[in-house]
C-alpha cells in the first residue's frame, strides 16, 4: 500500500487558522454534541407528547399520531432537512423566510429541528408501546383514585413507560448523535464534515477517519454508560431492573 | 409564495426514473441481499464456539452500528480502492466505480445490520431442534443450512423488509459522494434549472409513498406469515 502515513499531522497547523487539525476536528465534535443534545430534547418532548396522543382513547388523536409517525418515517432523513432548510423558507411569508434564510448558524438550527422532528418519530413509537406494556390495571387504578386522565398519565402511567423503554431510548439518543453528521449535506461543520476538510486540506485520509472513528466510539461508550448510570438510578424495587 | 412550475417534473420524469431511481433501486436489492448473506454468515460467526470468531463479528457489528453512516460511505470511498490494490496486486489503487463503491458500502454496513436480526432469529429456535439434527447424523452445516437459518429467515422476514426499507431510504446518502441515485437526480435538476421547491418536494413525495406501501405491505405479510404458537 503505498500510502504516507503521518500520524504527526493532528499537531500541525490546519490552514483554517483555528489551531491544530485536533482543534478542528474537536470544534467539530462540539457541533455534534450541540447539535445533537437539542434534536434529542426536540425528540423527546415531541416524541412523548405524540406517543401518549396515539394511546388517548379519542379516535382522531390517534389518527392524528398515526400521521405523525408515518410521515416523519417514511422520508429520508436527507430529503427531510433538504426540505426545511431549502423548500420551508421558500413557502412562507417573504419576510419570514429571508429572516430564516439569514439566521446565524442556520444550518445548526435546521439541521437540529429536522432531526428531532424525524427522530420523534422513533421515540413515539417507543413510547406508544411502553405504554402498551403496563398493565390495563395501573390506569383504572389511577382512574379509581379520582384521578383524571391527565393526571393517571402524570403520576401513574408515564414514570413506569419511561423507565421501561430506557433501555431502546438509549439506542435512539445514539441513533441521533449518528445522525448529525447527515447536517453536513446542509452546511453544518459537525464531526464528519471536519474530518473531511481535515482530509481535503491535508491529504490524510486515513488518519483523519480513524480519529473520526475514535472520536464516535468514544462519544457512544460514554453516552451508553451514562444511561446505564441512569437506568440503575431510576430502577423501581422490585422489578428485574430493580434491585 | 412564488411561482410554481410542476411541468418541470413531467419533463425531467424519464431521467429521474430511469438514471435515478433504477439506481436507487438496484442499490437497495444487491446491497439488502449482500447484506442479508454476510449478515446471517455474522451471526452464525457470533453464535459459535470457535475461538477467536465470535470475538471478530462481535467487534465488527458493534464497530459498524456505533459509526454513522455518512462517515462509513466516507471510509469505504477512500478506503476500496487501497483494498483493491492490496487484493489484485496493481501498482496503484484500483479505480472503482460509483456503484461498485456504493454496493459495497451499504453491503458492509447493512451486514451489521443483519447480523443482529439473524441473530435473534437463530436465537429463538428451540435448542432441540438442533438436538434433533444432530441426533439425525446431520453435520453443523446441514443443520444450520436446512433445520435452523430457514426457519429464522421465516420468523424474521417482516424485520427484515422493514430494515430493507430503512436502506431503502439510507441509499439517499450517496448523494455525500455526489453519486446521481434518485435524490441525486432530483437534486441536479433541481440547481440545474432553479427549481429546488419542486424537485424536493416531489422526490420526498415519491420516497413516502414507495416507504408508506412497502411498510403497509409487510404488515399485511407479517399478519398471514405469524405463525400461531
Redesign the interface.
Same mark, same amino acid.
Given at each position: 500500500?503505498?500510502?504516507n502515513w503521518n500520524w504527526g499531522i493532528f499537531w500541525e497547523m490546519n490552514p483554517e487558522g483555528s489551531g491544530t487539525y485536533l482543534t478542528l476536528l474537536l470544534m467539530g465534535l462540539r457541533w455534534t454534541l450541540a447539535t445533537a443534545a437539542l434534536a434529542a430534547i426536540i425528540a423527546l418532548t415531541f416524541g412523548a407528547i405524540v406517543g401518549v396522543i396515539r394511546t388517548l382513547p379519542a379516535r382522531w388523536a390517534v389518527l392524528a399520531g398515526d400521521a405523525w409517525v408515518?410521515?416523519f418515517?417514511?422520508?429520508?432523513?436527507? =430529503?427531510?432537512l433538504?426540505?426545511w432548510y431549502?423548500?420551508v423558507p421558500?413557502?412562507l411569508p417573504k419576510a419570514a423566510g429571508l429572516w430564516l434564510k439569514t439566521l446565524p448558524n442556520s444550518s445548526f438550527w435546521t439541521g437540529a429541528i429536522g432531526i428531532g422532528l424525524f427522530m420523534s418519530s422513533r421515540v413515539a413509537e417507543q413510547v406508544k408501546a411502553g405504554i402498551r406494556s403496563l398493565p390495563r390495571g395501573q390506569a383504572m387504578a389511577g382512574t379509581a383514585l379520582g384521578l383524571t386522565t391527565a393526571q393517571t398519565y402524570r403520576y401513574v402511567i408515564l414514570p413506569m413507560a419511561f423507565r421501561i423503554i430506557l433501555p431502546p431510548l438509549t439506542s435512539e439518543l445514539?441513533n441521533t448523535?449518528?445522525? *448529525?453528521?447527515?447536517a453536513? *449535506?446542509i452546511g453544518l461543520m459537525e464531526l *464528519?464534515a471536519r474530518?473531511?476538510a481535515m482530509?481535503e486540506y491535508s491529504f490524510q =485520509?486515513?488518519e483523519a477517519?480513524t480519529a473520526? *472513528?475514535l472520536i464516535?466510539?468514544a462519544l457512544?461508550a460514554s453516552l451508553t454508560f451514562l444511561m446505564r448510570r441512569l437506568e440503575k438510578a431510576v430502577a423501581v424495587p422490585g422489578y428485574v431492573a430493580g434491585k | 409564495m412564488p411561482q410554481f412550475d410542476f411541468d418541470i417534473i413531467l419533463k425531467t420524469l424519464p431521467y429521474l426514473l430511469r438514471d435515478g431511481m433504477s439506481f436507487t433501486l438496484t442499490l437497495t436489492a444487491l446491497a439488502a441481499l449482500g447484506g442479508l448473506v454476510l449478515g446471517t454468515l455474522l451471526a452464525l460467526m457470533r453464535l459459535s464456539t470457535v475461538p477467536g470468531l465470535a470475538t471478530f463479528a462481535t467487534a465488527y457489528v458493534n464497530l459498524m452500528r456505533s459509526l454513522p453512516l455518512v462517515l462509513v460511505i466516507f471510509w469505504f470511498y477512500f478506503l476500496v480502492p487501497y483494498i483493491g490494490q492490496v487484493i489484485l496486486r496493481t501498482e496503484r489503487p484500483v479505480e472503482v466505480g460509483a456503484f461498485a463503491s456504493a454496493l459495497i458500502t451499504f453491503t458492509m454496513f447493512e451486514a451489521a445490520y443483519f447480523s443482529e436480526i439473524m441473530r435473534a432469529g437463530i436465537q429463538s429456535i428451540p435448542k432441540g431442534q438442533l438436538s434433533a439434527g444432530y441426533a439425525l447424523g446431520l453435520t453443523y452445516r446441514q443443520v444450520m443450512g436446512y433445520i435452523v437459518v430457514p426457519q429464522a429467515l421465516r420468523n424474521m422476514l417482516p424485520v427484515i423488509l422493514t430494515q430493507t426499507i430503512v436502506l431503502f431510504q439510507d441509499t439517499s446518502l450517496v448523494y455525500v459522494i455526489s453519486i446521481t441515485d434518485f435524490l441525486g437526480a432530483a437534486s441536479k435538476v433541481a440547481q440545474r434549472d432553479g427549481r429546488l421547491i419542486e424537485m424536493y418536494l416531489f422526490a420526498a413525495l415519491v420516497y413516502f409513498l414507495i416507504s408508506f406501501m412497502a411498510s403497509l405491505l409487510v404488515k399485511r405479510l407479517q399478519a398471514r406469515t405469524a405463525i400461531i404458537r
Open positions: 500500500m503505498n500510502y408515518e410521515f418515517r417514511n422520508i429520508p432523513l436527507l =430529503v427531510q433538504f426540505l431549502f423548500v421558500e413557502l445514539l448523535v449518528k445522525n *448529525t453528521s447527515v453536513l *449535506t *464528519t474530518t473531511r482530509q =485520509v486515513f477517519f473520526a *472513528t464516535y466510539l457512544n | -
